[in-house]
């Protein structure tokens, strides 16, 4: 099968025409940014994603991970051929560093830009990007919580990409509650600490790809309050680190098995024990009991590129499915004479512009709300900094739920083009169908992610983000009203009553929850997903305004912007419409999902 | 993981209740058909799939088959550990001859009948009940095309289940396109011919199970005009049979490969090979030159049960949900004051709810539907053979394509509420979304079902068959608006405008495909979607009025009743609003979906 081709066309555009690009440049720090520099980097990485991750892909989930149980505990987990080398290329090269602070040995870079980076290495190899994902996580939270001693000793590594991070939170009696939580610290004099449990579902816990596994765990304190506001985190490196910064004693935490998973086959899943021989050492990160404060600080980015992983998924797919569906050969398409592929078909055409149109709308989505992380980190102006903090916290549960909705919906229409093909593995779709079912579950449920719109984000603050949200896309449409093309009016007249119905949507949910604590938990899946159809649609509109005027003007048109209008156009003949289902069931509220008695299911 | 129990108190109520019951029974042959054999006979059934099938899904699926090369070429595919012994004993206990003619040994059992148990035996064991299903369609186009003589030495032991019988169809240079079909066949001075060529994807085409295999195989003979008109048909055992009705001498077929697949890996899907050394010996089935016909003569049948596999891994995937979210602690649900199980989450109540009232809505189509098989074949009235053969027509492509939808659909939705274990393999829900994604490509793509909707069963009788779909939805509409009762009056509300917009578009395809020949090609999903949601809320409606009287009587009111009503009432509420954005969808035509140029993609 072929291998990825970053779509560095689209990327470009959303990245150079949908976000504020002048904004970003004039940001503090953001000197050397510049159209040029987007252009050279995602040209670059879009090598190294096509000619050395993705050739990996295929062969990792078929040879999967070897786990190599060891007489002294310290098991082993051996990943696919290749995989180890490409990952010290890509620290060589510095990939895993564009948007960290340069004090650490980041290149200092806008995230918005790290994005489409991290979207090339996703669709190249989920599997094999999940490592520097929950790295990224990492870094973070020790980036914004962690003494300067500890940044000193674990940064410049985890920067680089020698050392991967990871993310501890869950254990086997809870998911994705956090208030049951067991592992337990304790202090001891030097002002470390000794970390005991057992923590599940560890990405990349144990593996031979990097030097150093640094291990964040979510863990008790003898004398912490109960619940989750008696959760500490701590910093626990595989290896200790010794003065001059290099691994040392082996810390006593272990990896004790691997999961047997639907996908991600190549992305070690792991059972990880901590403290069975005295005690692992860890290092407090922030303060006592303000342990999930700073695994959020890690865990929001972490949402937003999730989201990203159904976007990268979905894009690969698409390119699969497109390549297939323009060789095969099969039966006379309407309005031909002979057999030809099955592109001329229309309902493979249906097939392939759902997968490239909800692919295109998401990214622009995506891209657009993490450029909002930059403007609210860096810019100098405190409301500013507060507007886009509102926008990503709004736009993160959309993110991450809406696009990992869309990861396995394309993928699964992927395998759908491949016909009986494509239910046999070596067709390759069948791989991204298996992977891309974890993208709605982790890094928080698709579930969790639309009470957190519903509640926290919608109702948690009486509606503004949203009314603010609505605004923009009220002042889109009038810009595109003043756009005397057809076509544009007519995405017009489609999209502006989504609008209306996502007001009228959020006033009910937010009247109706005064009086009915069931209506949020009945709605609030398909509140999230009207959500992002409709911010999809926003950011189509948005595209296909800016690619109209560019083609209409002689000096700039472009095939891809012709491109752009058709897929647009069928965003919001084919997809948008979806939100009429949405706001039906919503207005349906929550009798009958609440009628059925519990012992009658 | 819990083993399947069968839903015999959903699957009684939709044989009794929404079936013509009465007509079945009066039908000549039924003599011995009754209310009770009903029980009795799916009470049978359901310990049998519930003891002995369904034990056998998991360790089958981790097991999965081994290929054993053997130097004569008479390669050899085994089984995983049970599988044979339980085929035998569905034999030896005669489930596979339920609905056959007597003449071969059949029990002569109404469809309707085999209909339900066959539901069972996919939900216990996907892998495992496509062997019987692919038989069935073997011996349905064995009775209805053979000669009496290839009856009386192939049917009695078909029918009994001790050999099996497979489709041959695809070849590996084109799928779904039957027109250039290569295998040929060569006439022999006995009246028998010879067969060369290859076929892939054939289920269950070599095995340990059973001690023969007839292969039905589409061939050409060398005089044969060109495309679908020169295709034949013939019957080609793994083992010719002597006189005495025994297998002898093997023929000169063989499986060459079976292929690596996402799901039902206890299916063998094979690469046959005819004719390596002299020639196959294979008997012609019907007519020379007619084998298309008496092929799809055993294709409609095979639809129809294949779309009854969606809805028996939806049926099986949600009691392993249900199971896990009664029994899995997490979170403080919204009106309760302790940790309790997920399943008082409303998102959680939603996501089981959808699951149920798919599967429910979509047993009770494809049960109805089924009945019109029985009404076709043997029903004494001409007038009434004709109204359920046309009814049958025109379901088949929705009982298929919308059933199968609903069958990935509701299984991801299964690994979904198992949060993290879902896509643990050890949960058993990745092996259904895993094995169920083969049901809307294998026996016709759901594009080409939806296609035969759109043209063959629609346009193809100027929209008589729909109308009169329609004109009875209108009465069930007039039924329950007699019912007084407030809920249903709710439904009826939420219903009725579903079949005018079904009207609609059912008018707008036949006006507008006169001129667009893009259309129904363009349109034909998203058609065949909405008229299988709507087609599922008029079984829900017709199920509501039914439970609900049941329910107002003293005499007759029982829990399901009450049950049915609040499931048919979420499915009218969250289920059936999707077909707003399919007719709105649909309504946008094919101009967006044949704009961007084919270079584009």
Redesign the interface.
């Known amino acids: 099968m072929a291998e990825y081709k970053a779509p560095v066309d689209d990327m470009s555009f959303v990245v150079n025409e949908l976000l504020d690009f002048d904004g970003l440049e004039a940001l503090p720090g953001h000197e050397e940014f510049s159209s040029e520099l987007v252009e050279a980097i995602l040209d670059e990485a879009s090598k190294f994603a096509g000619q050395v991750v993705s050739p990996l892909n295929w062969p990792g989930d078929q040879q999967g991970l070897s786990f190599k149980e060891a007489e002294d505990g310290f098991n082993e987990v051996h990943t696919p051929e290749g995989f180890k080398e490409a990952y010290r290329q890509f620290a060589d090269n510095g990939w895993g560093s564009l948007q960290f602070e340069p004090d650490y040995g980041g290149q200092g870079l806008p995230f918005a830009l790290a994005i489409p980076v991290q979207d090339m290495w996703h669709a190249a190899n989920m599997a094999w990007g999940l490592c520097p994902l929950l790295s990224q996580g990492a870094i973070e939270a020790i980036e914004a919580n962690a003494t300067e001693e500890l940044k000193q000793r674990f940064l410049p590594k985890m920067i680089a990409g020698y050392w991967n991070g990871t993310m501890n939170l869950?254990e086997p009696h809870?998911?994705?509650?956090m208030?049951?939580l067991k592992t337990r610290a304790e202090r001891t004099e030097d002002g470390s600490y000794r970390i005991f449990g057992q923590k599940?579902?560890i990405t990349w816990g144990e593996h031979d790809m990097t030097e150093n596994v640094i291990h964040l765990v979510l863990a008790r304190l003898p004398d912490a309050p109960p619940g989750v506001k008696g959760i500490s985190l701590f910093l626990v490196p595989k290896f200790l680190v010794d003065d001059d910064g290099n691994p040392a004693e082996r810390n006593d935490c272990r990896v004790l098995s691997i999961?047997?998973?639907?996908?991600i086959h190549a992305s070690p899943?792991c059972v990880m024990s901590y403290g069975d021989n005295g005690g692992a050492v860890g290092y407090l990160v922030g303060e006592e009991n303000r342990g999930l404060a700073c695994m959020f600080s890690m865990m929001n980015n972490a949402r937003l590129t999730v989201g990203l992983q159904g976007i990268s998924i979905a894009e690969r797919a698409y390119q699969l499915a497109?390549d297939f569906?323009?060789d095969r050969?099969?039966?006379v398409?309407?309005?031909e004479s002979s057999?030809g592929p099955i592109?001329?078909?229309?309902?493979?055409?249906?097939?392939?512009?759902t997968m490239?149109a909800l692919t295109e709308a998401s990214r622009a989505v995506a891209y657009v709300a993490c450029s909002s992380v930059d403007f609210r980190t860096k810019h100098p102006d405190p409301a500013v900094r507060a507007y886009h903090d509102a926008r990503v916290a709004l736009l993160t549960p959309i993110v991450k739920g809406w696009s990992t909705e869309i990861g396995?919906e394309v993928s699964?229409i992927g395998?759908?083009v491949h016909?009986?093909?494509?239910?046999?593995?070596?067709s390759g779709a069948?791989q991204h169908?298996?992977d891309s079912?974890?993208l709605?579950?982790?890094e928080g449920?698709?579930?969790i992610q639309?009470?957190d719109l519903a509640e926290r984000k919608t109702r948690g603050d009486g509606g503004r983000a949203m009314d603010s949200l609505i605004a923009e896309m009220r002042e889109t449409i009038n810009t595109a009203r003043e756009n005397d093309n057809e076509r544009v009016q007519n995405m017009v007249d489609l999209f502006a009553p989504s609008v209306d119905a996502l007001l009228k949507v959020k006033d009910d949910l937010i009247a109706g929850a005064e009086t009915d604590?069931?209506l949020?938990?009945?709605i609030?899946?398909n509140y999230l997903m009207m959500m992002g159809i409709i911010c999809g649609g926003w950011q189509m509109l948005r595209a296909a305004n800016v690619a109209q005027r560019k083609q209409s003007d002689p000096a700039t048109a472009a095939?891809f912007y012709?491109?752009k209008l058709?897929?647009a156009?069928?965003y919001?003949?084919?997809i948008l419409?979806?939100?009429?289902?949405y706001a039906?069931?919503i207005g349906?509220g929550?009798?009958?999902?609440?009628?059925?008695?519990?012992d009658?299911?």
Chains 1, 2 share one sequence.
């Open positions: 869950t809870a998911g994705s509650d208030a049951t599940i579902f999961e047997h998973k639907i996908g899943t497109r569906a323009k050969p099969q039966g398409a309407p309005g057999i592109i001329k078909h229309p309902d493979v055409r249906r097939m392939l512009l490239r396995p699964s395998v759908q016909g009986g093909m494509g239910f046999v593995e070596e069948g169908y298996r079912r974890i709605p579950i982790y449920t698709n579930g639309s009470m604590v069931y949020p938990g009945s609030s899946f095939p012709a491109n058709d897929t156009h069928f919001m003949a084919n419409p979806r939100y009429l289902s039906a069931i349906a929550s009798a009958t999902t609440m009628a059925l008695a519990e009658a299911f």
